[in-house]
């Protein structure tokens, strides 16, 4: 039998182009950096990084991007495999703004459909899916046919066996809600993913879509009462609180970190939360590592690029502070 994987993921990818220049609107940006992008895509090159095994399920458009994004995960250790091409639909891009520390908009080009909305269940490898370590799935995947059977069909596959994580999530202009209210269908699909997932990560915002609950301990009780075991809600600069089904709670303070670009932290998070969950660590210990992962991220440009090394997530741990390096830049 071929080795399992460590992590698979299922859902976005994209062409990240960020300004390299900070503090500017778009209108005034000279100069971009390219860079993979897409939350899951990012959340298993993250945990290559750390040193796990990892593919991703995805699709892109036939096109140069679409090139360049295999290129890349390849590059970063990551099995493209699944990744498979659309002829209707171009590679999406994603544009943002960089205003530290905390306003970063984003501008997704994904029309007339992403590639990635386009994966289909009788394509996948269900197999793989059921065997691999940790599954991670996002919100986004259920915005759209086909992507949102597949992603459901994934799940049942996996019958909440090993760790099966469903990351919120929440994009709001990736949902077409003209023949509902707001958040109802998103709502509803949302508690259909939960029942069948055994952790649950997400910021408040996210959580509030899941739940209808905001507060922190309540979101989290309302997220296990929807069937997950562990419940992660991020809290931005008041750290992250973490609530398992058998009462264990821990509630873990950010790293302090001169924020660059705050984007891929959350991806840096997942990836180390993957890791520390497949090292069996107990559950402080795991979200005081992602912290760290996530914190390091924040303190550089880029998102895929930036995730960090063992080395030096247990690095800032010890200092109890982020030391900065180029994106791009090895161990």
Same mark, same amino acid.
């Given at each position: 039998m071929p080795e399992r994987y460590d992590v &698979?993921?299922?859902?976005? &990818? =994209?062409?990240? !182009?960020?300004? $390299?220049?900070?503090? $500017?609107? !778009?209108?005034? +940006?000279?100069?971009?950096?390219?860079? !993979?992008?897409?939350?899951?895509?990012?959340? #298993?090159?993250? #945990?290559?990084?750390? =040193?796990?095994?990892?593919? +991703? +399920?995805?699709?892109?458009?036939? /096109?140069?991007?679409?090139?360049? $994004?295999?290129?890349? $995960?390849?590059?970063? =250790?990551?099995? /493209?495999?699944? +990744?498979?091409?659309? /002829?209707a639909y171009s590679t999406p891009v994603t544009f943002c703004e960089i205003f530290p520390p905390d306003d970063f908009p984003l501008y997704f080009y994904r029309q007339p459909k992403a590639p990635d909305l386009e994966i289909h269940a009788s394509e996948l490898d269900l197999e793989a899916v059921m065997s691999a370590r940790v599954f991670w799935m996002t919100g986004t995947g259920l915005c759209a046919e086909p992507s949102r059977t597949a992603t459901l069909a994934a799940l049942r596959a996996r019958d909440r066996s090993g760790i099966t994580v469903f990351d919120l999530d929440w994009r709001p202009m990736f949902w077409d809600t003209r023949n509902d209210a707001p958040t109802e269908a998103p709502a509803a699909r949302y508690r259909e993913a939960l029942a069948l997932a055994t952790v649950a990560v997400g910021n408040l915002d996210e959580c509030e879509i899941a739940t209808g609950e905001r507060a922190p301990h309540a979101a989290a009780r309302a997220l296990i009462r929807a069937g997950v075991e562990l419940a992660v809600v991020k809290q931005g600069p008041e750290g992250v609180l973490a609530v398992h089904r058998d009462g264990t709670v821990a509630e873990v303070p950010p790293l302090p970190v001169d924020v660059v670009n705050g984007l891929g932290a959350g991806d840096a998070f997942g990836g180390a939360l993957c890791h520390g969950l497949l090292a069996g660590w107990g559950i402080t210990r795991v979200m005081r590592y992602a912290n760290a992962a996530g914190a390091i991220v924040a303190s550089r440009l880029a998102c895929s690029s930036a995730m960090p090394f063992p080395y030096e997530v247990e690095a800032a741990l010890t200092e109890g502070a982020v030391t900065s390096r180029p994106t791009g830049a090895t161990p």
């Open positions: &698979i993921t299922m859902g976005r &990818i =994209g062409v990240d !182009l960020y300004p $390299l220049q900070t503090g $500017l609107p !778009l209108a005034r +940006v000279d100069t971009f950096g390219k860079f !993979l992008g897409g939350s899951p895509s990012n959340v #298993a090159v993250a #945990a290559a990084r750390l =040193g796990r095994r990892t593919a +991703v +399920v995805t699709r892109t458009g036939r /096109d140069a991007f679409g090139e360049y $994004l295999h290129h890349q $995960l390849r590059e970063f =250790g990551v099995d /493209d495999r699944w +990744v498979t091409p659309v /002829d």
